[in-house]
């Protein structure tokens, strides 16, 4: 069992920045891929940020340029720094990743329990 704790989020002003933090249990993030998704109030889910076991990262076009997602020095810490904050970033942001438990390619999915990020003057 995996359990993943986010933390960093807060109250920020339109064009600041903030940096949350994902802490796994167990060193697990240079062997899976990671992502960030976000939950506005009213509306569903949606992916923020993918990083690969390899270290690559993708974002979603509306982050794109802003949020940058970076490991820490210990394999089991995940960050995504994000830059020139909007009204419509308001969300609680949670970390996922989906640990891969045999050979044919069978996963557990896991999530943190999620940290709000609320942008308003």
């Known amino acids: 069992q995996v359990q993943l704790v986010e933390s960093g989020g807060g109250l920020v002003q339109p064009g600041g920045s903030l940096r949350l933090s994902c802490v796994a249990s167990?060193?697990?993030?240079?062997?899976?891929?990671m992502d960030w998704y976000r939950q506005a109030p009213g509306k569903e889910r949606e992916l923020v940020a993918t990083?690969?076991?390899?270290?690559?990262?993708f974002y979603a076009d509306s982050v794109n340029g802003r949020f940058t997602v970076s490991r820490g020095n210990a394999e089991n810490t995940v960050y995504i720094q994000m830059n020139s904050l909007k009204p419509e970033d308001t969300a609680v942001y949670y970390c996922?990743?989906?640990?891969?438990?045999?050979?044919?390619?069978?996963?557990?999915?896991?999530w943190g329990q999620g940290t709000l990020v609320t942008v308003s003057s």
């Open positions: 167990r060193n697990i993030f240079s062997r899976n891929d």
């Open positions: 990083m690969t076991s390899g270290g690559s990262a």
């Open positions: 996922h990743v989906k640990v891969v438990v045999n050979v044919e390619g069978a996963y557990v999915e896991h």
